[in-house]
């Protein structure tokens, strides 16, 4: 990338996040008040100091001195008073931005499309929420007012020093051309190290969350080496990226310093030279005062420059998430405005109309697909790995948008209905149900208002879940911990199937929902399947033999088309691809290899 793009790119990235500045307008102005008075009451002292020693001391005016010095003592305390003041608000400043770009990150990440979970590590989003944020906040709070108030005191030292002694403010000016040409040198070294950085912490972040979410895999598979391999790999690559920093820093920091001396050296020479003639002790004692306090903000500013670069980085990264398309496009005004169509069944009409997808441009999984399911039907799909099950199941849920053709609800296209109105019609039973970390009775609602504790707890016993949650210590308020650990498989389904119940769908899709439960679980799941679909709709994915039999109607997808529909029987008559799908489960429960159609015919 050459010089003029990264100063383009940057001077976008600052104009950004100026927007985010100036929705806290009346806090900028606070702190870079405050900044200012503070810097005046620092630049002030060395000069009361050089009154008291060139006018005070030099007249023997004892009463003079005194004055001065209380002069000196009331500018310190207002100093230190202001510094107080002004470390508060540039902190609250910051803490105040951080909540915003991350509360705009995370409302990003819940809009996106299932297409970027896909393709992007956890760890990396993870990193942009986190990290990033923490970038850019140090950059605002500890740059952008600090750089502000360190250039008002390096122009008012200038101007102070101009004012007591140009000749030997001239002079002294001398150095500070050199300390533009180093700050400009390392540049490029900088913000490549910060890049370099941050993606080697992101990779860190998504090794780790993979560790963790599976480390029961890791461990059954004795997976421990190759994952701590992977670690070790990224966790290198973040520490020579960092050393790379460190080693340019190594440079650069001496560098400024021996400006720093090089400007004493100018004040002592000039001094020689002139002293007794135009140059007061005064003056040299504020002079030296001038020079370090004037190279204090010139280091700071190097060191702002080094955060600037950072948040440029981590900038970069942040909106490239947040100008990321949803994917999903929003309905027209007017279709999403207008209601849902019943045509007076409870339950849900359902078409594909000539759908093509693909999950990658060069692999269809569904091309030309017809599916037509009448409202109040309950339908099972089967089909080997890949036939499209699961897929259909996505595009109905509008997980992705369709490529080609159309997904109709009650004869609407999907693509015109609200999120809310599409959402609020369907319910997905998944086969591992994901549970949030609080109680029993907040996972069933969801912590959805309306719903009361007798309507979970109706909800619960209609679908069988209410007595193994009563045998609980503490029943509906039980927590169920992290992912639901402290259940089994068979407790969670149940209690999806309450979460489905209470939410009163006009379409209920079993995703698999009991491929991994016992056998007295299975009892009580099948209770539960009656009431959850009575009066609605259902798709489920071909499962248990008692599920797929009682179903108004299968269909075999095949390469992403239905190859062949109709009742058990029937479809058995016909000898074709269900009855062979059907007699090589049957086989394989005879033989010990399972008792499930999907032991042989997974989803998609």
Do not use: C
């Not at 508060?88 to 297409?115: C, I, N, P, T």
């Amino acid at each position: 990338m050459s010089d003029k793009e990264p100063r383009s790119l940057d001077l976008a990235l600052v104009r950004r996040l100026g927007a985010f500045l100036r929705e806290h307008r009346l806090l900028m102005a606070v702190s870079v008040l405050a900044m200012i008075v503070t810097n005046l009451l620092q630049v002030v002292q060395p000069f009361l100091v050089k009154v008291g020693i060139d006018r005070d001391v030099a007249s023997g005016d004892l009463v003079g001195l005194a004055r001065t010095a209380t002069l000196l003592g009331a500018a310190l305390l207002a100093h230190t008073l202001s510094q107080v003041g002004f470390t508060y608000a540039v902190e609250y400043l910051g803490q105040r931005l951080l909540y915003d770009l991350r509360m705009r990150l995370y409302d990003k990440v819940l809009r996106l499309a299932q297409s970027y979970f896909d393709r992007t590590p956890v760890g990396a989003t993870l990193t942009n929420v986190t990290n990033d944020v923490e970038a850019i906040r140090q950059f605002i709070s500890q740059g952008v007012v600090s750089l502000i108030g360190d250039t008002m005191l390096v122009l008012v030292i200038l101007g102070a020093m101009l004012w007591i002694n140009v000749g030997l403010a001239l002079v002294t000016f001398l150095t500070l051309p050199f300390f533009g040409i180093v700050s400009w040198l390392f540049r490029s070294s900088i913000r490549g190290g910060y890049r370099d950085a941050r993606v080697a912490n992101a990779q860190i972040n998504t090794t780790l969350v993979e560790a963790v979410s599976g480390i029961r895999e890791v461990t059954l598979l004795n997976y421990q080496s190759r994952s701590l391999d992977t670690f070790a790999k990224h966790n290198s690559g973040y520490r020579d990226a960092y050393l790379r920093l460190v080693h340019t820093y190594s440079y650069y920091f001496p560098a400024i310093e021996l400006l720093a001396t090089a400007g004493y050296l100018v004040i002592l020479g000039y001094s020689h030279y002139v002293v007794g003639t135009g140059v007061q002790a005064g003056e040299i004692f504020a002079f030296f005062s001038y020079v370090g306090m004037l190279y204090r903000p010139l280091r700071q500013l190097a060191e702002r420059f080094n955060t600037f670069q950072a948040a440029m980085a981590a900038a970069e990264r942040i909106f490239k998430l947040l100008d990321r398309q949803e994917e999903l496009a929003a309905p027209p005004p007017a279709a999403a405005q207008s209601t849902a169509s019943s045509p007076g069944a409870p339950g849900l009409q359902i078409e594909l109309r000539r759908v093509d997808f693909a999950y990658e441009p060069d692999a269809p999984v569904l091309q030309g697909m017809q599916l037509h399911i009448d409202a109040g039907e309950r339908v099972a799909l089967v089909g080997t790995t890949g036939s499209g099950k699961t897929t259909v199941i996505n595009l109905i849920n509008r997980l992705y948008d369709v490529q080609a053709g159309a997904v109709l609800l009650d004869g609407r296209d999907i693509r015109d209905l609200s999120t809310d109105e599409h959402r609020t019609m369907i319910a997905t039973v998944p086969q591992d149900l994901f549970l949030f970390s609080g109680s029993i009775a907040e996972n069933i609602s969801l912590g959805k208002p309306g719903f009361s504790r007798h309507d979970i707890e109706r909800a619960a016993a209609a679908v069988n879940a209410d007595g193994f949650i009563r045998r609980l210590p503490d029943g509906y308020d039980q927590d169920v911990l992290e992912e639901g650990k402290s259940l089994s498989t068979g407790e969670k389904q149940l209690l999806s199937f309450a979460r489905a119940f209470l939410l009163d769908p006009r379409l209920v899709v079993m995703d698999e929902a009991t491929a991994s439960v016992d056998a007295e679980s299975e009892h009580l799941i099948e209770g539960a399947l009656s009431q959850l679909f009575a009066g609605r709709t259902a798709i489920i994915i071909a499962h248990r033999l008692s599920t797929i039999r009682s179903v108004d109607r299968i269909l075999v997808l095949h390469r992403g088309q239905v190859v062949e529909q109709g009742s058990h029987e029937a479809l058995l008559a016909r000898e074709g691809r269900y009855a062979q799908l059907y007699r090589l489960q049957l086989l394989a429960a005879a033989t010990g290899g399972g008792s499930s159609i999907d032991s042989n015919v997974a989803g998609a």
